[in-house]
Each structure stands twice: as C-alpha cells, then as structure tokens.
C-alpha cells in the first residue's frame, strides 16, 4: 500500500466546512510507520545508539529521558536530544521539538517557537505536526487565530489517518451546522470512533443513541469511557446528564454508581 490513496468511505460525504473547498476525503498511506525503538532495547544501549547518530534511537532515548521510563526522569535533556534528532530535518524530530516549546518540557513554553516547530513537520507531511499546528491556528496560541488555516491543516491529518483531526474537523462541521442540516460532522465522528479516538467515539454513540439505535450508541460510549482520561469523562458525564435523551442520562447514573468516571485504571 506504500504510495497509496485508500478511499475512506464510498458514501462519505464530501464538503468540509462552508466556504472552504477541500477534494476528496482520502486517507493517504504515503508510507508505512516509522517504528520506534524497541522499548526492549535496554537504555544503556538505547543510549549509545543515540550518541553514535542514529536519529531514531535518539527520539527513543529522548522519549525515555522525557517520560522517566527506563531512565531518570530529565525533561531537559529530553529537549536536548529531541533537538540534536531534529537538526537531521526528520518531521518526528521537528513536531516533538514543538511540543516541547508548546508544553515547557525542558524549556521555558514559546508559542511562538512551538508554531514555528510544527510548520516544519507539517511542510513534511508529518500528521501530528500538521494537526498541532492546526490546534493552534484554531485557538490563535501563537499564530492568529485563522479557521481556514486550522481546518485545512486537519484535512491534511486527517488524510494521513489522523483520528484526532477527523474529530475536530466533526466539531467544525457541527458548529457549522447548528440550526441546519448536520452536514458531514457526523460521519467525520464515526471516522474517528472507528480509529479510536475517545472523543470521536464519545460523540458518534452520542449521535446514534439520538437517532434512534441506541444498543450500538451505548456501545461506543463504553468503548470511549473505557479509554477517556478521568477529566474528559467527567466532562461528558456533564454532558450526558443534561442530555434530552433518557438512554443518555440512564448512562450516566450506571458510570457513577459502577465508579467508572474517575477513568481507566493504570
């Protein structure tokens, strides 16, 4: 499949958002996932690959400074390294640089800095640099707030299967729709519930409870609640008890009562 165009859905609707012209939803397989480091490889070998060049080993070992896994915790030297990888121009490299300016991992947070990181990758077709990049324009952190922007960025995510972008792009087209027809917010959900994203899943069993075929709704918001982080699912807890629909605040009570909203266990 290397180099391919794998059409999403026969019946996928086309248009985006009012006003913006986009082709042809497509999921681009431009090539196959780069694979990390084993997470096998012991650190102190990890480590030397790093330091004898290898770009990849050096992200892993970045990776393992940034998050304390095998290593001591040094988010400094995470951004160090995340760095050294990116002077090679490798995108992975570029968007972890990004986020480490967005997120103060290792350095003073730069909005600015972060933007400039995340355009890098984007220009080569990373997808999370295209979709942070994206959430970015979408906010106006760091670059004026422009929605054309933002949402031609997560069109170019979502082409290279990017679950998150799908859903926000269903977040535009709903707001878009308010008042009006659904448009395609609805199939840009099940997208992303299909690819796993909580967010996604959350609002496509949202939206079949709603119309009507309520066992596979509650089907996909267990799936999402099985996966969501505590604070998103007290959020949609919120939602789901101010909701109309009796199915939907029914689902609340039970993941109270079974203390399912404090999230996955670890």
Not at 54 to 67: C, E, F, K, P, T
Not at 114 to 141: C, I, M, P, T, V
Not at 147 to 161: H, I, K, N, P, T
């Amino acid at each position: 499949m290397n180099g391919a165009d794998v059409r999403v859905d026969d019946d996928f609707e086309l248009a985006v958002a009012e006003g913006v012209r986009f082709q042809t939803l497509y999921v681009r397989v431009s090539e196959p996932e780069r694979d990390a480091p084993s997470a096998e490889i012991p650190p102190e070998h990890l480590r030397k690959l790093a330091v004898e060049g290898s770009v990849d080993a050096q992200i892993g070992w970045a990776r393992r400074l940034l998050h304390g896994h095998g290593a001591e915790r040094d988010p400094e030297a995470a951004f160090r390294w995340f760095k050294m990888a990116a002077r090679s121009g490798d995108a992975e490299a570029l968007n972890m640089v990004g986020r480490c300016f967005e997120l103060g991992w290792g350095v003073a947070p730069d909005l600015v800095e972060a933007a400039d990181w995340y355009r890098r990758a984007a220009d080569k077709h990373h997808a999370w640099g295209e979709f942070n990049l994206a959430s970015l324009y979408a906010q106006g952190r760091g670059v004026p707030y422009d929605e054309r922007a933002a949402l031609s960025l997560l069109v170019r995510s979502a082409r290279r299967g990017n679950a998150k972008a799908m859903n926000m792009i269903g977040r535009y087209r709903e707001a878009k729709a308010a008042g009006k027809r659904p448009g395609s917010s609805f199939h840009w959900y099940r997208w992303a519930a299909r690819r796993g994203c909580f967010r996604g899943q959350f609002r496509h069993g949202c939206h079949l409870v709603t119309t009507g075929r309520v066992t596979d709704g509650l089907s996909w918001l267990r799936a999402s609640f099985s996966q969501a982080p505590g604070d998103y699912r007290q959020e949609a807890l919120d939602v789901l008890r101010a909701d109309a629909h009796p199915a939907l605040r029914e689902f609340a009570r039970e993941q109270v009562q079974s203390g399912g909203e404090q999230g996955p266990s670890t």
